[in-house]
Structures are given as C-alpha cells and as structure tokens.
C-alpha cells in the first residue's frame, strides 16, 4: 500500500491517490525495497507498460523532498514533452518543472531554479560542455530507455554524459529505466546500481503468429481467425478485433507503409462506426486539417474520418497529439504506425500487429530483422489494463515454414544484450574533444581513465583497440587543430573549445571551416555546405535525382563551396544528396509551399521542420566558427540563416521575426504595403486586418508583438520545436 512507502513527501501520496493508484505494482514495490526513495542507485529492467515512469517518480520526489533536484534524461524530443506534461501535474504542490531540447549553445542558466527538468540526452552532454554550473548541484538523474545506450548513433552521448555526470558528483543518485534485456545486470555493474530484472506485467500479453485460418499463440492454444476472400491478413485481424469492440495498432516499416496501411485498413473501420462515433471523428478530421494545408494532413483527415490513422516521426507535434488522443479515446479504431510510437508514447491497445518484422538498413545492406527488443518493445503496447482481460500481439507469416521462424525468432526468444557503442570513431571524435575541453581529462592518461568509467570499459577487457582508436581520434583532432599537446598533457584550443560548445562534429566543424575559407558563399553555397555534415541528415537520391542534381551541380558551380568530389568517386551521391538537400532549404527559404515542397521531395512537414532546425543550428555555428577565425562574413550566414529560420526571402526577415506573423502573413503584409516591422508598429489595425485576410485577435497580437520587445521573454531560451514554421 502507498502509505508505507518510505521518504515520500505527502503531496506524493495525495497524487498517487487522486490518481487512483492504490498500491505499487511489484516490480515499483521492489525499487521500494532496493532504495530508489532513499537515493540509492537502481537499474530498472521491466517490461513496456509496468510502471517504470512511477519508479522514475519516486526518486524524483523523494529527491526533491530533501533539497535537490532531478533531472530526467529522455532519448526523443517527442518524448521530452511528453514526460514534461507528466511532471507538470507537480507543480501543484508547489514544484517547479522544466524542459529543455534545443539549441546546444546554451548554459540553461535559467533551469537552475528548478527541482525537475526534461531533457534529451544530447540537450545534457551539451550543458556539460557549457560548463552548466548548476549540474554539479544535481541529486538524481533519471535515464529513461536505457537500452538505447545500444544504438550506434546516439548511445555513445548518453553514455559518456552518465559518466561525466557521476564524476561531477560522486554522491548523484543513478536511475536508469530500461526495457527487458538479456544483461540488465551488466548495466546494475556499471552503474554500481541494484536491480530490478522482471518480467512482471499488469495485464497478461499472449505473443503469436497469424498463419493461414488461426491465430497461433505461445501457449499452444489456437484462435479462428480466417482471412475473407481478397482481405488482407491485417485487414482480417483489426475486423475480427473490431467485432470484439477492440482496438489495433499496427507496426510497419516506413512511413510511407504507415499511410498505405491506415489508407487500406479505414475501408475496415469504416464499416464498424457508429453514426455518433463518425461525427466526432469528422471533427478530428478538420482539426487535422486545420494543422496544415499538406498533402499529409489531407491524407491523414481522410483516413480519420474513417476511422483510421497513421502515426510516423514525419507528422507535426499537433498531428500526432490528435491521433493520440482519439486513439485513446477510442474514437480511431486502428493505428498504423512506425516504431517511434513504441518508444515510449503511452497508447495501449487490445491487439498489437507487427506487421513488418524486417526494415531497411543502408549500412547493413538490404533489409534486416528487427532485434528482438525492439518488436518485444511493439508487442508490450498491447493489453489496456482495467479494460482488456489480456492483450494479444500478433507477427505475421504468409507460410508454414515462416510461421515456424517467427516463433523462434521473436515469440520464445529474449531479448538481445545491449552493448556499448563508443569505440566506434565518430563518437569518440566528438566526446573526446569534448571530455578535453570541459576539463574532465587533461592528458592521454586522464582520459583513459575518464573512458573507464563509461559502459564501454565495463564490457571489454581489450584496453589496447580503446586505446588504439584513442591516439587515431587524437591525432586527428591536432591536425585540424582542435586539440594541442604539450609534453604529456592534452588541451583543446580556442578553436577546439568553440566546436566543442557549438556541440559540432570535430569532422564537421572541420567540413565547413574548408568550405568558408573559399570565400564570398550565397544562401545556396551555405545550405550545402552544413547539409554535407555529418550532422546533417541528407535526403536520398532517388532514381532520376543523379542526373537532375548533377546538372544542377553543373549550372550552380560557382556558388558550390569547398572541393567538389569527382563524378566517378563514392563520396559524390553523398554529395548530390546535400545539394538535394540543400535545395529543399532554398525552396523553403523562397517560400515555396509546404505542399510544393512535400510533394517535390517525397517527404512529410515535419520533416522540413527537421531539416530546417538542423540548418539553423549548423549555420548559427557556421557564424560562430567564422567570428572566431576572423573571415568576417558574419553578415551572409546570418541572413542565409535567418531566410531558412523564418522559410522567407531576404526582404521578409524582419517582418517574419515577429512573433504570430510567419512566412505566409509577412508576404501578406509586405505586399500590402507594410514592409518591415518599423511599418508594422506605425500601421492602422483596419489596414493589418485587411492584409492578412484573417482574425481580429490576430491582427491585435501582431501590432502588439510588434509594438514593444516583451521584456519578460529576455533571457528565455527559444524552443525550436515550438518555431514558426507554418502559420
Ligand atoms: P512504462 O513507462 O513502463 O511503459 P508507464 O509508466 O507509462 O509504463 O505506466 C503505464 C500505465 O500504468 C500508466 O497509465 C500508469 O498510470 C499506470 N500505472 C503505473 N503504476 C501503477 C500502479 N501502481 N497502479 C495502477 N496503475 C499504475
């Protein structure tokens, strides 16, 4: 029961039971038991949906309850507001909560004052590298989805940041949230931590695998479930879940399979609504569309009002919210998504599909399996505790032979031990600049011994190939001058220093200070510039782009920054991919639709937002870098920057600056005779309002933002997710 749970304020208590939470769950009563409310460490190693976030808020409690404060460590964006929204409920009872994602120059000076804070993993490595004062006060920090420590990209940051975290304090309390995995007790050793390894669940989940005329499940038993004539086989399961008054959220492997899917499967909803169920779902519908005006947003109402949705990392914030909700709400009848909404999102439901078990993977080669922690992760989503006896979560297999594979493969297998990534170059490029410059190593020795308190040394014996990759990336970092030696000590330069706070690459800082030093760059020479990064994603090629963007090479050459790879070498589609991409920011930064630009290059909104945040990221760096070495060309990465921030032409920057006017009003409004926001003060209301075609309000908050600099927002860190993209 709540109340003999030790070290928690009372308001916890009051929460807990406003919330009608009664009693722990087992695996939250054995965290109890192990220490997490009285600031001991603790490894978490349970099943998608037991619970983890109540452990994550014990601690934090208990945390704050004797003076400190928590930090709560999330691997997506998507996930940080989320959380956030969670925590906020404490302010209530006088807490203070924060979040922080975006920009990676800062010293978040303002989070200080707070008792918990949101914040991605990179968001954290880089207040470190800001040399965020108010860190070495931290007591807790909580890391949720552990297990991503495993993922090749991003793990290294999440492990080097632990690590520098607990060397800030010895004393912080470690909490790290992981999905079931085969070594959690390999994390426990690293962290010096208890654990908790469980595979209890609130609600009983049956794996299987659809074949032929049933439903084969783990325990032997099998389901009717016969697929009707030209029916598809996930068409077949959400009817016969449907017919049982249930829900089903179907996993696919691209974004584009989630719209083909959710497009098939509303012909299936469509069937079972009610006439009451059909005019809510007809509202939803115009809200999405009320979102943006894209093909997507088109796309998506028609599927909603049907009864059906898709949910992918291209949707807008306000998207996803939407169909989250009216999934929830029971209103959307079936999901078809990517696997983002398993990480994570809280959205059970009776039945899961994982339709695709194989996705594409370039590095690899052709299509790979999933792990089997991450389809157990999509499996675990399925069951809605208090409302569902069980849930079901089904594979798919077109034969018997495959029906036998996946059975071995995903339904009797556990889940794969999770392994450091940091040996691999990149990532040690950036945080061992990193680890120098923010002075946690000041020699070879120093920062071995930095790396031994990392996951990585806790899993290898093999101290030479560490060491080995150690004197590559170092010298690396001296011949482009980031790092210097001096005897047996190591220290970053001024240059070093600055790449390290732009949280830059060293390999792109090194790519764009090449491109700059070539002089006199135009928006589009820039724009390819930070798209060739490797901290860029780029668009890919596809068949006809070659020769498009190759001619495209040709006529623009002179503004093309840097050398230029031959036609005949590898890295040359790298290259025609970042003039793809690099276009795209021209197209969006000449204000060419949202829709024209979508549909040109087969990509969602929220993908331009992405682009776009990365662009003004790197060439906000770009101007740093240029500052610092003295080019002096400060002015033409600012407006390139500032053209793509605000998706306008040179003459709008201003007027778009203003916040409530964006890039489709500030043309209105230019066109209408009102050229800047000196205009925009001085203009009549009758004369805004007629410009911009729209509400009175609107015009009202316009002159008003324009009228007077909110001297309450000083200081405030813009969130880029929440830019002005479209408005
Ligand atoms: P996880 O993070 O492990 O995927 P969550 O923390 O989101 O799971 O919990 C899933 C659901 O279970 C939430 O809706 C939460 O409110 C509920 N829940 C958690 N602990 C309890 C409990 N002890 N009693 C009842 N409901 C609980």
Redesign the pocket.
């Known amino acids: 029961d ?1 109340s003999e749970i030790p070290s928690i304020p009372s308001w916890l208590r009051d929460h ?1 039971e406003a ?7 087992p695996p ?1 009563a054995e965290a109890v038991d192990a220490g997490v409310t009285e600031g001991e460490n603790l490894v978490a190693s ?11 808020t014990l601690a934090m409690a208990a945390a704050v309850d004797r003076g400190g404060t928590a930090l709560y460590i999330v691997p997506l964006r998507a996930l940080a507001s989320e959380k956030h929204e969670e925590f906020a409920e404490f302010e209530q009872y006088g807490l203070d909560v924060g979040v922080t994602t975006g920009n990676y120059e800062s010293d978040g000076g303002w989070l200080s004052g707070k008792d918990i804070i949101v914040a991605t993993s990179e968001k954290v490595d880089s207040l470190v590298r800001n040399d965020a004062k108010w860190l070495d006060d931290l007591s807790c920090v909580v890391t ?1 989805e552990v297990h991503l420590v495993d993922d090749g990209e991003r793990g290294p940051t999440l492990e080097v940041t632990l690590a520098k975290l607990r060397s800030l304090n010895p004393d912080l309390q470690t909490v790290a ?1 992981s999905a079931t995995i085969g070594n959690a007790d390999e994390l426990a050793g690293w962290l010096d931590a208890e654990l908790v390894d469980s595979e209890w669940r ?1 609600i009983e989940l049956k794996k299987g695998v659809h074949y032929g005329e049933a439903l084969h499940l783990e325990d032997g038993s099998q389901q009717r479930l016969p697929v009707r004539n030209s029916e598809e086989q996930t068409a077949a399961i959400v009817r016969d879940t449907l017919e049982d008054d249930g829900s089903t959220l179907v996993f696919v492997n691209s974004r584009r399979n989630a719209e083909a899917s959710a497009r098939r499967l509303a012909t299936t909803t469509d069937d079972a609504l009610t006439d009451e169920e059909r005019a809510e779902l007809a509202e939803i519908a115009e809200e999405i569309r009320g979102v943006s005006d894209t093909d997507t947003s088109e796309d998506l109402a028609e599927a909603v009002e049907k009864g059906a949705a898709f949910h992918h990392a291209g949707l807008s914030r306000d998207h996803r919210t939407l169909v989250e909700d009216a999934f929830r709400d029971r209103l959307v009848k079936v999901v078809s998504a990517t696997p983002t909404l398993a990480a ?1 999102v ?1 959205t ?1 439901s009776r039945r899961v599909v994982v339709r695709d078990w194989r996705r594409y993977d370039g590095t690899a080669g052709g299509m790979q399996p999933l792990s089997v922690l991450e389809v157990h992760q999509m499996m ?1 989503r399925a069951g809605r ?2 409302r569902d006896p069980y849930g079901e979560a089904v594979l798919l297999a077109s034969g018997h032979d495959e029906l036998d594979e996946l059975f071995e493969r995903y339904v009797w297998a556990d889940p794969e031990p999770v392994r450091s990534k940091l040996a691999a170059e990149p990532a040690l490029r950036t945080h061992i600049l990193a680890t120098v410059a923010s002075g946690f190593a000041r020699s070879r020795e120093g920062l071995l011994d930095f790396l031994d308190g990392t996951l990585y040394a806790a899993q290898t014996a093999d101290r030479a190939r560490l060491e080995q990759v150690v004197d590559d990336v170092i010298a690396y970092l001296e011949v482009n001058d980031f790092l210097e030696r001096d005897g047996d000590g190591l220290a970053a330069t001024n240059l070093g220093h600055t790449v390290s706070r732009l949280y830059l690459d060293p390999m792109s800082a090194a790519e764009i200070i090449d491109g700059l030093e070539d002089g006199d760059p135009t928006p589009l020479g820039l724009y390819h510039l930070v798209c060739r990064t490797p901290d860029m994603y780029e668009l890919y090629l596809r068949s006809g782009d070659e020769e498009e963007y190759t001619m495209l090479a040709h006529e623009r050459e002179s503004e093309l920054l840097g050398r230029a790879p031959s036609e005949f070498n590898d890295e040359f589609e790298d290259w025609l991919s970042a003039l793809k991409t690099a276009r795209l920011l021209e197209d969006w930064a000449s204000e060419l639709d949202e829709s024209e630009i979508t549909e040109r290059y087969g990509i969602g909104p929220g993908d331009i937002r992405g682009k776009v945040d990365t662009a003004q990221w790197l060439l906000g760096a770009a101007e740093s870098l240029s500052s610092e070495l003295g080019l002096g060309l400060g002015g033409e990465i600012r407006e390139a920057r500032l053209r793509v921030e605000h998706g306008v032409r040179a003459e709008l920057v201003d007027l778009a600056g203003v916040r409530g006017v964006g890039r489709k009003r500030a043309r209105r409004l230019y066109d209408a005779g009102i050229e800047d926001r000196a205009a925009l003060r001085e203009a009549d209301k009758s004369t805004v309002l007629a410009a911009l075609r729209g509400r009175e309000k609107t015009a009202e908050n316009i002159l008003e933002n324009a009228g007077h600099r909110d001297p309450s927002m000083d200081g405030v860190e813009p969130d880029p997710d929440v830019g002005s993209a479209e408005v």
Do not use: M, R, V
């Open positions: 709540t807990l919330d009608g939470i009664e009693s722990l769950y939250q349970i099943p998608t949906a037991s619970g983890k976030t109540l452990i994550a949720d949230l609130p994570g809280n059970p675990g505790p208090g």
